[in-house]
């Protein structure tokens, strides 16, 4: 089954008013290189969505939260209406930092996945156990898969496992495991949506994704691409990433 690609940067709260350039050398290389097999999407903080977007068209965009309500008495919230309205297709809902540090709950995310794919925008809905939870993991992946509603439009959800326990850190799953857990995923998503709908949808893979096992990690059968997120702020490292489906 071939499904649709990507790699996705996640630069979290990161970049600054010279970060355009990052983007336009990005966008520049992917224009010349012209057999880009993944669509390439920037996450950048929000305070530069809308300048990225106004600046370098042939880029792809997306948030790294939006709220669930459209509008209202939410202070220093942004809706997942206001994002799209900007012109972002994109956004990621449920990062492991979120879920930590802004104490996010499997209903608040399954309110902002609904209020994402009402306003017709994608989501990249991340999953992943933390080290205590090895042992148990596909429960912990199957608890949080369950947070997505069943009668969910799939046309618009990405999965991104990343183990909590190799984001930042240097270490991921053995190479043949990070096969094995998304086939695993892929199982768990089937028994929920029926396997046809299912196929569709891509898993991809994050956590210490970087220019020297992006290759090793995108050949895999069943990883459709990379969450990246500290090696997406450096234009060789992230260059070599998106060339590494080659
Ligand atoms: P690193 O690539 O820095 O490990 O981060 C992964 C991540 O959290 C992307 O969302």
Redesign the pocket.
């Given at each position: 089954m071939k499904r649709v690609k990507y790699t996705i940067a996640?630069w979290?709260m990161n970049g600054g008013k010279d970060s355009i350039k990052l983007v336009k050398l990005l966008a520049r290389h992917i224009k010349k290189t012209g057999h880009i097999k993944s669509k390439v999407i920037i996450c950048p903080p929000y305070t530069l969505l809308s300048d990225f977007i106004r600046l370098e068209k042939k880029m792809i965009y997306g948030a790294q939260d939006c709220h669930y309500q459209d509008k209202g008495a939410y202070t220093g919230s942004i809706s997942a209406q206001m994002i799209k309205s900007i012109g972002c297709k994109y956004v990621?809902i449920g990062?492991?930092?979120r879920r930590e540090y802004q104490k996010e709950s499997s209903n608040e995310l399954r309110l902002k996945i609904q209020a994402a794919v009402n306003n017709n925008m994608r989501v990249i809905y991340?999953i992943g156990e933390k080290l205590s939870e090895i042992k148990n993991r596909m429960q912990v992946l199957k608890k949080q898969i369950s947070t997505l509603n069943n009668n969910l439009d799939i046309n618009n959800i990405i999965i991104?496992y990343?183990p909590i326990w190799?984001?930042?850190?240097g270490k991921t799953p053995k190479i043949i495991e990070i096969n094995s857990i998304h086939k695993n995923i892929r199982t768990l998503l089937s028994k929920k949506f029926g396997v046809r709908k299912s196929n569709k949808i891509s898993i991809l893979y994050?956590?210490?994704?970087?220019s020297l096992n992006a290759s090793d990690i995108l050949k895999l059968e069943h990883v459709d691409g990379a969450?990246?997120?500290?090696?997406?702020l450096n234009y060789r490292d992230f260059s070599k990433i998106i060339d590494s489906y080659l």
């Open positions: 996640n979290k990621i990062h492991s930092e991340c991104a990343e190799a984001i930042g850190s994050g956590g210490s994704v970087n969450l990246v997120g500290g090696a997406s």
